[in-house]
């Protein structure tokens, strides 16, 4: 790591320059007790896994918002709390397979990809299979070569022969040319309509579901079907009165195929809502410009029965921001009022696909240009278990310091060397790195508007990550408790500096895979 050295003499103009009082006292209000109260209730059964859209998303954001109210907080979305934004949820509710006037069963011989079904009746008198259907250039492997797929169904065995196809790579969303996905890219390249993708997988043993994911836009019609069938239907496909064996199929010649197929299918779209949180600390003579302190409140919901209940991920991150706005409140009721506004605002949507922070960085409430940093905080209660370094308890990742402004790192090492003494690690500042991290939370959308972001982050990855396990018994309240302090002093200094943080480094970064 790369450890940047600053003078005595920058320090000195960059840190302590505020003109209110001393932030520790405030700072003293971020505890242990305090953040296990709240994280306690954000993480708990009656928050269900707070899934975006869902009920449990409603009641984690009723909670935030009674508790800014309580803080003193103002609306931070005109005279409401809550931005609302809408959510889309496609469901199938008919569909029709038919080979030769034969009636096929849903999950017994068929199942649709909901994001590429739409509302439609298709005939088709001929479909095109073309074996595993790879298209691999690295390895000279062409399945669809000497085929006439335009305007055709395309049917494919799934996976492939063996290993002679690339596989994929470490990183980024390039695909193995065997994955459906990468099928369906050749096969619309090669004028295909639509791919049936023959499964060993039938019948299904886990009913598919009929209501598909959640869209931050409306899924639309794709015009390229997709379905999964079973060995039986390639059969009638193939002609054959028989169901042919897995062995049997894998040396069916390619080519046209005369069947008459019958699909149709009727899809209808639910309009849902979800929300972000704002809560607003008017700031004195710099109060049209603005501090963003955020956190992601929504997590994965329940499956089944089972509770997926978030705790790090990103209990944490909005027990901060909360246990924050705690902090900043009570500075402002003993005349320590920042200068600049800062905004509090949790966020949904994140584990979507940072709808949110998306959605406000579309329609922002504040104006960008005004907006000196957001401070985004995305898992800080935990140990990363891959750490294996004499700081294990004494650590946090940052990203984003040494992008946007040159001025980020100055204020964020210098109120640590002051207050808490953390050993700030910015590996995962590498471009290089195989996670992508700075992409992967909600500071990205402010980035990628030009506002200088600083994400804090414990670096879980493994262990409970994304599982059922991932509870406030886990948590390390006495680390988390120092970074949030930390946090909060970065917030400060921002908050009361004479000037907005400059904005002269430019975001150099790979484009996002």
Do not use: C
């Not at 905080?377 to 935990?382: A, F, L, S, Y």
């Not at 204020?411 to 910015?426: F, H, M, P, R, S």
């Not at 909600?442 to 972001?453: E, I, L, S, T, W």
Request: a neutral charge.
């Amino acid at each position: 790591m790369k450890k940047l050295l600053l003078s005595g003499l920058l320090l000195t103009t960059m840190i302590g320059n505020a003109q209110t009082g001393d932030p520790s006292k405030y700072a003293a209000k971020i505890t242990v007790a305090g953040l296990k109260e709240k994280l306690t209730i954000i993480a708990s059964p009656e928050m269900e896994g707070r899934e975006t859209a869902s009920p449990g998303q409603k009641k984690a954001a009723a909670y935030i918002e009674s508790q800014f109210k309580k803080f003193g907080l103002k609306p931070g979305n005109g005279t409401s709390y809550q931005m609302s934004y809408p959510v889309y949820r496609d469901a199938l509710t008919a569909k029709t397979f038919m080979v030769n006037g034969r009636q096929f069963e849903w999950d017994k011989d068929y199942s649709f990809s909901l994001s590429t079904i739409s509302t439609g009746e298709w005939d088709h008198n001929s479909i095109v299979f073309a074996g595993y259907g790879i298209v691999d250039s690295a390895n000279h492997i062409n399945d669809l070569t000497n085929l006439d797929a335009q305007g055709k169904l395309v049917m494919v065995l799934e996976g492939s022969t063996d290993s002679k196809t690339s596989p994929a790579p470490a990183r980024g969303r390039l695909l193995s040319p065997s994955s459906t996905l990468a099928k369906m890219n050749a096969a619309r390249k090669a004028g295909a309509v639509g791919l049936l993708v023959v499964s060993a997988d039938f019948p299904h043993k886990t009913p598919t579901s009929t209501q598909g994911n959640m869209y931050l836009k409306p899924s639309g019609n794709s015009g390229f079907l997709t379905a999964t069938i079973s060995e039986e239907v390639a059969s009638a496909l193939l002609g054959r009165t028989y169901k042919v064996s897995p062995d049997e199929l894998k040396q069916t010649n390619k080519g046209t195929y005369v069947s008459a197929l019958k699909i149709a299918a009727v899809k209808t779209t639910e309009n849902l809502e979800s929300s972000n949180v704002l809560g607003l600390l008017p700031g004195t003579d710099k109060k049209d410009e603005y501090v963003f302190i955020t956190g992601h409140y929504d997590h994965l919901g329940k499956r089944g029965d089972v509770i997926y209940y978030g705790a790090d991920d990103d209990g944490s991150g909005t027990t901060s921001v909360l246990q924050m706005a705690e902090a900043f409140t009570a500075a402002a009721k003993k005349g320590d009022r920042p200068r600049r506004t800062i905004v509090f605002m949790t966020v949904s949507g994140e584990e979507k696909g940072l709808w949110g922070s998306e959605y406000y960085s579309d329609h922002p409430v504040y104006p960008l240009d005004k907006t000196s940093a957001d401070l985004n905080i995305d898992m800080v209660g935990r140990i990363d278990t891959e750490r294996k370094t004499a700081d294990t308890l004494n650590y946090v990742y940052v990203i984003g310091h040494d992008k946007l402004s040159s001025e980020l790192p100055v204020i964020n090492e210098g109120v640590n060397n002051k207050y808490t003494q953390l050993t700030l690690d910015y590996k995962y500042d590498d471009p290089n790195d195989k996670n992508f991290i700075y992409y992967r939370s909600d500071h990205y959308n402010f980035a990628r508007k030009g506002v200088p972001v600083l994400f804090f982050y414990d670096g879980m990855l493994l262990a409970d990550y994304h599982q059922p396990t991932d509870t406030v018994d886990k948590i390390n309240f006495e680390l988390m408790e120092k970074r949030v302090k930390m946090i909060f002093h970065t917030a400060w200094e921002i908050a009361n500096k004479d000037a907005m943080l400059k904005r002269d480094t430019p975001l150099n970064m790979p484009a996002a895979k």
